[in-house]
């Protein structure tokens, strides 16, 4: 038997399907013109007496108008065409019983339910059995019983399995556009996801870079404000100027990436001495500690570049965010440790500021960063001081960073 499937093989609904009127009309005129012809076969029950074409006639034209129904409601066509047709193979003889035969088995299979087409098919292979197996008992002929087994088996066979085959055809195509639907709209999901992805990542650029350097900026210019001292506040001032000029290359090369090819990346003005300078000009008398090995190029030191270019940017949000929300005293340190890049801030918490919110940009840029290239990051405050903020990084520096 076919293999079952719960594809419905059409996609209107029977119930909306037409009445098939260009059917219906095809095979009544079929019936006549073979009738007019007086193309006859022998009847299998009655081969020296055959119905008359007044019974056979009518017969046949009340099975073809049953074809009315046949992707509407092919339970009719199977219902009234096929012992209309049966009958007149075996006591009439008229060839448009053998036409309307294989209609009345085709459409129940391609049209009907699965239910449906598994029911006319095992119903025809039965009744196909027992005819065959009758004919056996009745002809003694051996030569005719295998002529009226070939017979029955073709009329059986043919319409069911071309129809089971038109049927799994039909489900193939359906399956096969409902997956091209499925791949258009993960398509489209994954460009959705790739514009979100890029413009997070513009994002904590913006927030890395630029944020800190404007950062610097506000607090030097305020800073200069109250230095009583004219050297002091020239100093000051320089540093603002120098980290507003930082911040407006870093913006013009972040517009460059934006509008150039594919594969162009920011030239970031972040390094580890100004990060360090930041800091203590943000947090007079902060420690600065930075391996000379991270100052070398990476290429020089054996560590990847891009979790070098994470750490860069994990120490610019810190050095942000303590200055703009901390005090002193203040400590950086970077090394190289073997395998590893560490880091390690830590600044003072003012009495009484509110805690830092868990969801903000900076602390979730901080572990999206060392998460990416296959660290892991921590900020909040030190459980030994709670008077004290405390950010965490380790990366690998070399081999471990996932693709």
Same mark, same amino acid.
């Given at each position: 038997m076919p293999s079952s499937s719960d594809v419905d093989p059409d996609p209107v609904p029977a119930a909306r399907e037409p009445l098939d009127v260009r059917a219906a009309a095809g095979y009544t005129v079929a019936v006549l013109a073979l009738a007019a012809m007086g193309l006859v076969n022998q009847p299998f029950l009655r081969p020296d007496d055959p119905w008359s074409l007044g019974v056979s006639l009518p017969l046949m034209l009340v099975a073809a108008a049953s074809t009315l129904w046949r992707r509407r409601a092919p339970a009719v066509t199977l219902a009234v065409g096929t012992p209309l047709a049966v009958a007149e193979l075996l006591g009439g003889g008229q060839m448009s019983a053998y036409v309307l035969l294989f209609e009345a088995l085709w459409c129940p299979v391609v049209?009907?339910?699965?239910?449906?087409?598994?029911?006319?098919?095992?119903?025809?292979?039965?009744?196909?059995?027992?005819?065959? @197996?009758?004919? $056996?008992? %009745?002809?003694?002929? +051996?030569?005719?019983? #295998?002529?009226? &087994?070939? =017979?029955?088996?073709?009329?059986?066979?043919v319409p069911l399995l071309w129809g089971w085959e038109v049927r799994h055809h039909r489900e193939a195509r359906a399956t096969a556009e409902s997956l091209a639907s499925l791949e258009h709209e993960l398509a489209a999901e994954r460009a959705a996801l790739a514009v979100e992805s890029e413009r997070r990542r513009i994002a904590h650029d913006l927030h890395d870079v630029i944020a800190g350097h404007l950062s610097a900026?506000?607090?030097?210019?305020?800073?200069?404000?109250?230095?009583?001292?004219?050297?002091?506040?020239?100093?000051?001032?320089?540093?603002?100027?120098?980290?507003?000029?930082?911040?407006?290359?870093?913006?013009?090369?972040?517009?460059?990436?934006?509008?150039?090819?594919?594969?162009?990346?920011?030239?970031?003005? @972040?390094?580890? $001495?100004? %990060?360090?300078?930041? +800091?203590?000009?943000? #947090?007079?008398? &902060?420690? =600065?500690?930075?391996?000379?090995?991270?100052?070398?190029?990476?290429?020089?030191?054996?560590?990847?570049?891009?979790?070098?270019?994470?750490?860069?940017?994990?120490?610019?949000?810190?050095v942000t965010n303590a200055v703009r929300h901390g005090v002193a005293p203040a400590s950086l340190t970077v090394t190289l440790d073997g395998d590893d890049l560490l880091l390690a801030l830590d600044n003072a918490i003012p009495p009484g500021a509110p805690p830092p919110r868990a969801d903000g940009v900076g602390r979730g840029a901080i572990t999206a960063r060392a998460s990416a290239v296959g660290g892991e990051a921590r900020s909040a405050p030190d459980p030994s001081a709670p008077a004290r903020w405390s950010v965490r990084a380790r990366l690998p520096a070399t081999g471990r960073i996932p693709a």
């Open positions: 049209h009907g339910r699965l239910r449906l087409a598994h029911l006319t098919t095992l119903a025809a292979a039965a009744v196909g059995g027992v005819l065959i @197996l009758a004919a $056996g008992l %009745l002809v003694r002929d +051996l030569e005719a019983l #295998l002529g009226v &087994a070939v =017979v029955l088996s073709m009329v059986v066979l900026v506000s607090l030097h210019t305020s800073l200069a404000a109250d230095l009583p001292d004219a050297a002091s506040r020239e100093r000051s001032l320089r540093t603002a100027r120098d980290s507003s000029r930082a911040a407006l290359r870093d913006l013009r090369s972040m517009i460059g990436v934006l509008t150039a090819e594919e594969g162009a990346a920011p030239t970031a003005t @972040l390094s580890w $001495g100004s %990060l360090g300078e930041r +800091l203590r000009g943000g #947090l007079p008398g &902060a420690e =600065v500690r930075i391996d000379p090995a991270l100052d070398a190029a990476a290429g020089d030191t054996g560590v990847e570049p891009a979790a070098q270019a994470a750490l860069l940017r994990i120490g610019a949000e810190a």
